[in-house]
């Protein structure tokens, strides 16, 4: 379907005064495009977390590549401080309600379970989904809201540190060991109670009442793999089938948590801990945990409400996923797209909100304003980032470049992934990974998180590792400096 030029035009015209950046880029279908995008560019909503009045009035996600404007960026980190400054609980009362909301989304996207079995009007399904939108605007702005108080409290707790031990790396690596979530993750609980079923399986012992049991918490998490399927019976027996001694795999994963835990507890006791230092600790992992938190709430929700919206459009003559190419406002009005707009969809879509309007765009109109964007970005050829975790001084092996959940397969034993930052669904190929380099991140992203729990090396927000280094590269990596080269071009 052709976009219409003039508004192409106008939408260039009026990005062109504004230095977007790209923060983040990975696949997202268009109906996510919408459901991340209209939360933080929603003035009440956000104002309602921030205590003020605020918004992200400049915004672009396009098939997932989300562009920001670097003012909006440290505006929120400044509104934050401030509100922290004068309120010390001002962070824990924002956890507290990010967990309320998280918990009320989950409560909202479950109502569709209820009425899985009946088909709904486009009129009452109107309703139902509003009542769900409402939810996810309540609750989405929490993404950007977590990240930049966790910026927040790394750059506070590391200056702090660096008075004490005059040595910046130092004060990193310490803020790296000090600031572990607070709780383990869902795919941690889900690894764990995994491996335990799995060896009560290879001792004969086949309940299907313990494989129900594991389906019933966690058959959604199979929605982030491709192919965007809950999990079913036979792909657990599948996994159980594969798995050899699961048992010793289950030492070693809670082996490796306890390590990480005593060697926190050792450089804190290491560390003369002044009481401000010790809570400022304390909320700062508790908003490492809250960065997969919220992934992990808004999977659930999402994958929940796209079961049903399978089940309704399939009656309608649509084909099963097909939902994921809607809009927020198709479901809302009930004028459901066509193929041929779903075809441009497919290709490319993008909300964009510039000057507190929001535009949509897809297909070609789409990617030529996504080029538009990109161009205005150059990066140089060096690569050079954060370490985020250092359990040897240099690493070599050969990249591989993971650009979407699709490529994840391709990942071998003992390469590096280069990715633009890690999701949860990557877990499975950071396991056969020799060590992760990303173009976003900090030292409390989720790279640096499952870096440490693996205790892998890792280096984090580079800017430009995806666009510089290719499949099969032989790199070295130093984790002293952050600084990545290219020693052989060496394809496989």
């Known amino acids: 379907m052709a976009q ?67 003012d909006i960026l440290k505006l929120e980190e400044k509104y934050i401080n401030e509100a922290f400054q004068r309120d010390a609980d001002f962070l824990n009362e924002k956890a507290n309600l990010a967990e309320e909301l998280g918990a009320k989304l989950i409560k909202e996207s479950q109502k569709f379970t209820q009425i899985l079995p009946h088909k709904l009007s486009r009129v009452e399904l109107s309703q139902v989904f509003e009542n769900f939108l409402a939810s996810m605007i309540d609750f989405v702005p929490f993404f950007t809201f977590i990240i930049s108080s966790g910026n927040l409290l790394e750059r506070v707790i590391t200056n702090r540190i660096l008075n004490s031990v005059k040595n910046e790396q130092k004060a990193q ?19 764990i109670e995994f491996l335990e079923l799995a060896s009560v399986f290879s001792c004969g012992d086949r309940n299907d009442e313990l494989l129900n049991r594991h389906l019933s918490k966690y058959a959604h998490m199979g929605f982030r793999e491709e192919g965007c399927n809950f999990w079913e019976k036979t792909d657990l027996l599948n996994k159980l089938n594969k798995i050899k001694n699961p048992t010793k795999k289950l030492e070693q994963v809670l082996e490796n948590k306890q390590k990480m835990k005593e060697e926190t507890d050792r450089v804190l006791r290491s560390m003369a801990v002044s009481k401000i230092l010790e809570k400022l600790i304390k909320i700062a992992r508790r908003y490492v945990w809250l960065r997969t938190y919220r992934s992990d709430i808004y999977n659930q929700a999402f994958s929940t409400v796209v079961q049903y919206l399978d089940f309704f459009l399939q009656q309608e ?3 099963k996923h097909e939902c994921l190419l809607f809009s927020v406002d198709d479901l809302i009005t009930g004028k459901y797209p066509n193929s041929d707009v779903m075809a441009a969809r497919k290709k490319a879509f993008a909300a964009i909100c510039i000057n507190d309007q929001l535009y949509h765009l897809s297909g070609n109109g789409a990617l030529e304003f996504k080029k538009f964007l990109d161009d205005q970005d150059k990066l140089g050829t060096r690569i050079k980032g954060t370490v985020a975790n250092r359990p040897t001084n240099l690493i070599k092996g050969l990249v591989r470049v993971v650009l979407n959940t699709a490529q994840l397969s391709k990942v071998k034993e003992g390469e590096i992934i280069v990715a633009t930052m890690t999701t949860p669904n990557f877990v499975s190929a950071m396991k056969k990974a020799s060590g992760f380099i990303t173009d976003e991140g900090g030292i409390l992203c989720h790279a640096s998180i499952l870096s440490r729990e693996m205790n892998k090396p890792c280096i984090v927000g580079t800017g430009n590792a995806t666009k510089i280094l290719r499949d099969g590269d032989l790199i070295i990596a130093n984790l002293e400096t952050g600084e990545v080269f290219r020693v052989k071009n060496e394809q496989v």
């Open 4 to 70: 219409p030029h003039f508004l192409l035009d106008k939408i260039k015209q009026l990005a062109e005064g504004i230095n977007f950046k790209k923060t983040v880029d990975r696949p997202v279908v268009p109906l996510s495009v919408d459901l991340l995008t209209i939360p933080v560019v929603n003035e009440t909503a956000y104002s309602r977390i921030m205590g003020r009045k605020f918004n992200y009035w400049n915004e672009i996600c396009i098939s997932g590549a989300f562009y920001d404007d670097p």
């Open 173 to 191: 690596e310490i803020t790296i060991k000090i600031t572990c979530p607070s709780r383990p993750n869902q795919h941690f609980c889900e690894e």
């Open 317 to 319: 003559g649509y084909k």
